[in-house]
């Protein structure tokens, strides 16, 4: 039976470090009067609260505010050189990078070529990668306090490597994980990158105040994550959301053409198959275009008059349709609040694709929830991996300012 956690004045202290620190992330620089104003502590109280948080590096002097005549009060702001985080987006042609201080704010980005580079390098790539971006800023790698990696797979949990990521050459050794943590020198977590864009949906996009949603993302490859009762759904192997290899009507089945073949939802509404579809029903702009670019071409041709604007509507309801049967299949499973629409694809056919999408969606199902395109601004995987890395951060920072207070209940 656990037993209360009694109200300890080292505890007391460390619930309103955190509640002051967190109320100036949200607020920025504040006075005493303020920040005391918006924790409710008293004067004395936030006195000596922020003169504890400025020993410990975290807070420090941003100023003085001006008031009425001969008087003046201090400002206080989160330290944003307290820690630093990196987030990294892998792909096969490149790694794209961020780095942010702990307020959140991004110091330095930087892109790192990858092209044709294969096995017996990731831990060199990766350093490479996070100097690039460090260098600028003033910082060594070694002084991250933690890096997320974004890469279109997934690792098993129970064998360390790296599935669902035969595209990504290099990246599938033995304990991924603790090879890179060990090589670079600082914490670092490996996540699915469409689980971090999901990630980002929630913090400050579409999926904010959802407890149950499902994020699509189709671009040259179809994924997807599922949040359910407000927490990431990995799965077993860690394969939860890899929909691509998900049957459904219409496409060949591994039994059909072979595991490593093109088949199931990612036969039918990947990248390619976009693209085959869309030049079947002679929409211009298709030949040497990304799948994106030729969706994007479809929307604008629909929104003329003529046989082109018919062919493009068209081909736009086949490709919804294609979309909807894989998110019907989802839905009835999962039964989520709602579904985010991601990625190249997607995005490019907006708020006209998203309309007949969900239509297709709610004629296929019994539960009919809204479909939302994502409003997540700039590199999404980047967005979601810096949301988890300062989540962390700030939770072991935030945490440690009167040392290690145990709250578990073995510790009493």
């Known amino acids: 039976m656990t037993r209360p956690i009694a109200g300890t004045p080292s505890l007391l202290r460390a619930i309103n470090d955190r509640a002051a620190l967190m109320v100036l992330l949200e607020h920025g620089p504040l ?16 006195s000596q ?3 504890r ?7 420090v002097l941003d100023g003085i505010r001006e ?5 003046t009060a201090e400002l206080y702001r989160i330290n944003p050189r307290a820690a630093h985080v990196a987030a990294l987006d892998v792909t096969p042609a490149r790694i794209a990078v961020a780095v942010a201080d702990v307020t959140g704010a991004v110091v330095a980005e930087h892109r790192l070529a990858t092209p044709g580079r294969t096995g ?14 460090c260098g600028p800023a003033g910082l060594d790698p070694t002084e991250l306090s933690r890096v997320v990696v974004g890469i279109g797979g997934a690792v098993d ?8 990521a035969a595209h990504i050459p290099g990246w599938h050794i033995p304990d991924l994980i603790g090879t890179l943590r060990d090589g670079i020198g600082v914490p670092i977590d490996v996540e699915n990158d469409v689980n971090l864009v999901a990630q980002g949906e929630r913090s400050r996009g579409s999926a904010r105040g959802h407890q149950d949603y499902v994020l699509l993302w189709a671009d040259e490859g179809i994924g997807a994550a599922l949040v359910i009762g407000g927490r990431l759904h990995r799965g077993a192997t860690g394969g939860a959301g890899e929909v691509g290899y998900m049957p459904v009507v219409g496409a060949p089945t591994a039994r059909d053409v072979g595991r490593r073949a093109n088949h199931g939802f990612q036969a039918l509404s990947g990248g390619p198959a976009v693209l085959a579809l869309l030049r079947a029903h002679g929409v211009r702009g298709v030949r040497g275009s990304t799948p994106s670019g030729a969706v994007r071409n479809a929307v604008a041709s629909a929104g003329r008059g003529g046989p082109d604007g018919e062919s493009a509507r068209e081909a736009l309801r086949d490709l919804a349709g294609r979309l909807a049967m894989g998110l019907a299949a989802i839905t009835a499973v999962v ?14 056919g907006g ?11 709610h004629a296929l199902t019994i539960p009919r929830p809204r479909v939302l395109l994502s409003t997540l601004e700039g590199n999404p995987v980047l967005t979601g991996a810096l949301d988890l890395a300062l989540g962390a951060v700030r939770e072991e920072l935030f945490g440690a300012v009167n040392g290690a207070v145990n709250t578990s209940p073995s510790a009493h």
């Open 31 to 46: 006075t005493r009067p303020e920040l005391g104003a918006l924790t409710g502590l008293s004067k004395p109280t936030a």
């Open 49 to 51: 609260l922020l003169a």
């Open 335 to 348: 039964d989520p609040e709602i579904v985010v629409l991601s990625g190249g694809v997607l995005l490019a």
């Open 53 to 59: 948080l400025q020993e410990a590096g975290l807070v």
């Open 157 to 164: 949990p129970s064998t360390g490597r790296l599935g669902y």
């Open 67 to 71: 008031g009425l005549p001969g008087r």
């Open 351 to 361: 708020e006209v694709l998203r309309e007949v999408v969900e239509r297709e969606l």
């Open 120 to 133: 017996g390098d990731v831990v060199e790539r990766v350093r490479a990668a996070l100097t690039g971006a």
